[in-house]
């Protein structure tokens, strides 16, 4: 009999160190690397093949915006297609940030082609350089118990520093126990010297990220909206969970309005990958969730929400890697042992 699954599609940041040779090693000979590969050979950008190759990790190319996104595309969506679907029912799909793209083109709201030029075309845009950054703190302590007065520390520090000259931070992803605030750097150098030391290694600021979902990337806005065109977009053939936690249903799907949501909304305004999760887990009550490859660090966040919801009587950290340890119900493509789990 087969199980249900809700799919979640990963963000920038997750083709990592530790990804590096993750399309040799998983996917050699994939139809949808090969497209990818070539698009970006005919715009004499490195492929995503010879970027994976390469013998070691480089930030300035692997974490740069044109390459990652591109890199990320290839490994989830090869991932995608590795399901297993006589064993899995996919009842809907999400993502974090840039895994919205990506969700996009997994419940089929955007063909091959258009993805690639999509992901290929928002992850280009900061190649005359970034537009503000990221930064990330905790409010869940280690064991991924909620801290509300960290949380509204972190809200007041923000609006203290928003008062200064020259400052501009806003709220960017609610990514489970972490908040992530993108701002000018004037303003995140403000909010780094200003908020207490956690866990040995917050506040962070998140390398070559730009104040993604702010409305500071309203010039990005306004160029995605000139570059793409409404026949980009298509009816999705699966649910869609969105960054508000609004779920765009195959028949009832304007693709109008998706595009607006996607070029201008989801842009500019605060993603909420919590409220993703928990409409996947209470509107569609999954046998499992699968998150797609290159990386597992979402995991921890998907972790954090189940925690916080507590689902299937989740209560800390220590419960969830029990769980995850015997009977998963997070299947990350990432992790060796729980792919197996998933692939053909």
Not at 175 to 185: C, E, F, K, S, W
Not at 252 to 267: F, I, K, N, S
Request: aromatic content about 6%; overall charge neutral.
């Amino acid at each position: 009999m087969k199980q249900t699954a809700v799919v979640i599609c990963p963000g920038r940041g997750s083709y990592d160190p530790q990804a590096i040779g993750y399309l040799q090693r998983h996917h050699a000979g994939s139809d949808l690397v090969a497209l990818v590969d070539d698009y970006r050979r005919s715009r004499g950008e490195p492929t995503v093949s010879e970027l994976d190759r390469m013998p070691e990790y480089r930030g300035d190319r692997h974490a740069a915006g044109e390459h990652a996104s591109a890199l990320i595309h290839a490994c989830a969506l090869a991932d995608y297609a590795r399901i297993d679907r006589k064993r899995f029912e996919v009842v809907a799909v999400t993502g974090n940030s840039m895994g919205w793209y990506l969700a996009l083109a997994a419940a089929g709201a955007l063909d091959p082609d258009a993805a690639i030029a999509l992901v290929d075309g928002m992850g280009g845009m900061m190649r005359e350089g970034l537009i503000g950054g990221q930064l990330l703190y905790p409010v869940v302590d280690e064991a991924w118990q909620p801290l509300p007065e960290v949380e509204m520390l972190l809200q007041q520090q923000l609006e203290q520093v928003n008062r200064l000259p020259g400052c501009a931070a806003y709220p960017s992803i609610d990514l489970g126990g972490m908040r992530v605030i993108g701002g000018n750097d004037q303003a995140l150098d403000e909010l780094k010297r200003r908020l207490p030391p956690s866990q040995g290694r917050y506040p962070a600021l998140l390398a070559r990220h730009a104040a993604f979902h702010t409305p500071l990337l309203a010039p990005v806005s306004s160029r995605a909206r000139e570059l793409f065109p409404q026949g980009l977009f298509q009816r999705p053939g699966l649910p869609l969970i969105d960054g508000r936690g609004h779920v765009w249903q195959p028949l009832a799907t304007d693709t109008g309005e998706l595009r607006d949501y996607t070029l201008g909304e989801q842009v500019v305004a605060p993603f909420s990958f919590s409220s993703a999760i928990n409409v996947a887990i209470k509107e569609f009550a999954p046998d499992r969730l699968i998150l797609l490859g290159p990386g597992s660090s979402l995991g921890a966040s998907v972790g954090q929400l189940l925690v916080r919801e507590r689902w299937l009587g989740l209560v800390d950290k220590a419960r969830f890697k029990q769980r995850q340890a015997e009977d998963p119900f997070l299947l990350s493509m990432a992790v060796e042992t729980e792919r197996k789990r998933v692939v053909k």
